[in-house]
T-cell receptor, first 111, second 113 residues
Framework: EDQVTQSPEALRLQEGESSSLNCSYTVSGLRGLFWYRQDPGKGPEFLFTLYSAGEEKEKERLKATLTKKESFLHITAPKPEDSATYLCAVPSTDSWGKLQFGAGTQVVVTP | EAQVTQNPRYLITVTGKKLTVTCSQNMNHEYMSWYRQDPGLGLRQIYYSMNVEVTDKGDVPEGYKVSRKEKRNFPLILESPSPNQTSLYFC????????????FGQGTRLTVV
C-alpha cells in the first residue's frame, strides 16, 4: 500500500534557526514527489516537484532534496513568514491522477 | 488572473439535504481533483478527473459524486450528506493529465448537522 509519512508533526523554530523536514514514501516506481505550503484557512500552494534521486530544487530559503526513500525540505535561516504547514505528496502506484498526501509538518517561526 | 474558484466558501446544512459544491478553473487545465482535509488525517483525495467525461475514485469516494461535462467545471455532489462529511474541501487543477503542480482553490468549509 502506498504511504507517505512526514516528520516531525510540528516544528517550532527561532528566526534564523535552520532545520529540515522529512517526507518518507513507500510507493514503488516513484513518478514524482511534490512539496506544497499551506497557510491557515487557505488552499495548498505548490512549491517543488522532484523526479529522481539526487535532484535538488531551491526557492528562497527553501531547498528540497530527494533520495530513493525520502525527501527533505530544508529551511535555511527561516523568517516568521515561513510559518506554515508543509505538505508532501506522491502519485499513487496505480494511477498518475491519484495523489497521496502526507499529514504535513506545521512550522512556526518566532522572531 | 489564474485561479480555481470554489463556491460556496462556507456552508452549514442538515443531514440528508442534497448539496453541490462548485469548482471552476480559468486555466484550461485538463486535470481536476477534489480533496477533503480533516485534522490529523491530512488531505485525502475524493475524486479526480483527467479530462472531460473521465472521472475516477480517489481514496475516500463514498458518499460523493462528481461530473466533468466541460473542461472548466468539476462540481462535487453530496446526495445525502451526513455529519461525518463535515470537513474542509479543496478543489485543485493541473495543466497536465498528471497531478503535478496543482493549483488549489480557497476551500469550502462544510458543516453537516
Amino acid at each position: 500500500e502506498d504511504q507517505v509519512t512526514q516528520s516531525p508533526e510540528a516544528l517550532r523554530l527561532q528566526e534564523g534557526e535552520s532545520s529540515s523536514l522529512n517526507c518518507s514514501y513507500t510507493v514503488s516506481g516513484l513518478r514524482g514527489l511534490f512539496w506544497y505550503r499551506q497557510d491557515p484557512g487557505k488552499g495548498p500552494e505548490f512549491l517543488f516537484t522532484l523526479y529522481s534521486a539526487g535532484e535538488e530544487k531551491e526557492k528562497e530559503r527553501l531547498k528540497a532534496t530527494l533520495t530513493k526513500k525520502e525527501s527533505f525540505l530544508h529551511i535555511t535561516a527561516p523568517k516568521p513568514e515561513d510559518s506554515a504547514t508543509y505538505l508532501c505528496a506522491v502519485p499513487s502506484t496505480d494511477s498518475w491522477g491519484k495523489l497521496q498526501f502526507g499529514a504535513g509538518t506545521q512550522v512556526v517561526v518566532t522572531p | 488572473e489564474a485561479q480555481v474558484t470554489q463556491n460556496p466558501r462556507y456552508l452549514i446544512t442538515v443531514t440528508g439535504k442534497k448539496l453541490t459544491v462548485t469548482c471552476s478553473q480559468n486555466m484550461n487545465h485538463e486535470y481536476m481533483s477534489w480533496y477533503r482535509q480533516d485534522p490529523g488525517l491530512g488531505l485525502r483525495q475524493i475524486y479526480y478527473s483527467m479530462n472531460v467525461e473521465v472521472t475516477d475514485k480517489g481514496d475516500v469516494p463514498e458518499g460523493y459524486k462528481v461530473s466533468r461535462k466541460e473542461k472548466r467545471n468539476f462540481p462535487l455532489i453530496l446526495e445525502s450528506p451526513s455529519p461525518n462529511q463535515t470537513s474542509l474541501y479543496f478543489c485543485a487543477s493541473s495543466s497536465t493529465t498528471e497531478a503535478t503542480e496543482a493549483f488549489f482553490g480557497q476551500g469550502t468549509r462544510l458543516t453537516v448537522v
